[in-house]
């Protein structure tokens, strides 16, 4: 039997594929247990340096929470039937896609986004840190046109990440916007050709990998824990990072490694 979540690694770089094509890559209960256990496994490795969360297929990267299963469950129209669906809703870390919302996984994340990203496959693009999307896909938060909301951050994050008003439209539209809509915004960073997505993606990935990734993991921890606070609180927040990666060998031997005009030998020590 096929997997809902293929979870597969090459070197320092673990890429998650959403596994279920045959529905556009809805999120039923096992799909959202096993992509949650696969970012803890991603996260606790300390071999692995970047993740990339894409979508089986060239039609969808995700279509968000399936009608069919996930989302009667979360409403209480019908009982769990197995150990999946009640833990569905028995685990936060599960409902809320926790690793990509309250807490975050401090090493970098690249959503290559294949197709169709809607609901909570757009929560999910949302909470990654560098977003490569393919020419034919479209974005969207349809929530509110189902009676429901955004419940895995887009709520408090959709408006951090482009204009006020360009957030608020989507969300309480539940309109779909293109590739370039998506780009002219400022909520990805590169449109590709469909079959350029991977590639593209598993380009930046490598050279994340290259560097320190000690180095990597503070840029991003203060960045992330420094939004919305103060500036002097910021500061010292990068001071703290600033002093931990100073201390480290990684940072002695990038400067050597230039010195002797050779490519680094990063550990994360």
Not at 112 to 134: H, K, Q, Y
Not at 141 to 157: D, Y
Not at 183 to 211: D, F, W, Y
Request: aromatic letters at 4%.
């Amino acid at each position: 039997m096929t997997s809902v979540l293929k979870y597969e690694v090459e070197g320092s770089i673990a890429t998650l594929t959403l596994n279920r094509p045959e529905v556009h890559n809805a999120l039923d209960p096992e799909l959202l247990c096993r992509f949650v256990d696969a970012l803890a496994d991603f996260d606790r490795n300390p071999q692995l340096r970047v993740a990339i969360i894409t979508g089986a297929g060239a039609q969808a990267f995700c279509a968000g929470g399936d009608l069919g299963s996930t989302l009667p469950l979360l409403t209480g129209d019908r009982t769990p039937q197995n150990a999946w669906e009640q833990r569905l809703l028995d685990d936060p870390a599960v409902k809320t896609i926790a690793p990509l919302r309250e807490r975050p996984i401090n090493k970098p994340v690249i959503a290559a986004v294949n197709g169709l990203c809607m609901a909570a496959g757009a929560e999910i693009m949302l909470g990654t840190d560098i977003r490569v999307i393919a020419e034919h896909a479209t974005v969207a938060w349809p929530e509110v046109r189902r009676g429901l909301i955004p419940f895995a951050g887009s709520l408090v994050r959709l408006s951090r990440h482009i204009p006020y008003c360009h957030a608020m439209e989507l969300l309480l539209t539940g309109c779909v916007i293109s590739a370039a809509d998506a780009l002219r915004m400022g909520l990805v960073n590169h449109v590709v050709p469909g079959e350029q997505v991977m590639t593209r993606a598993m380009e930046i990935a490598q050279k994340i990998a290259a560097n320190a990734p000690l180095a990597v993991q503070q840029i991003k921890r203060v960045a992330i824990q420094a939004d919305g606070s103060t500036l002097a609180a910021g500061f010292q927040m990068e001071e703290e990072g600033f002093r931990t990666v100073m201390g480290s060998a990684d940072a002695r031997e990038g400067a050597r490694a230039f010195m002797e005009k050779r490519a680094p030998a990063y550990t994360g020590k």
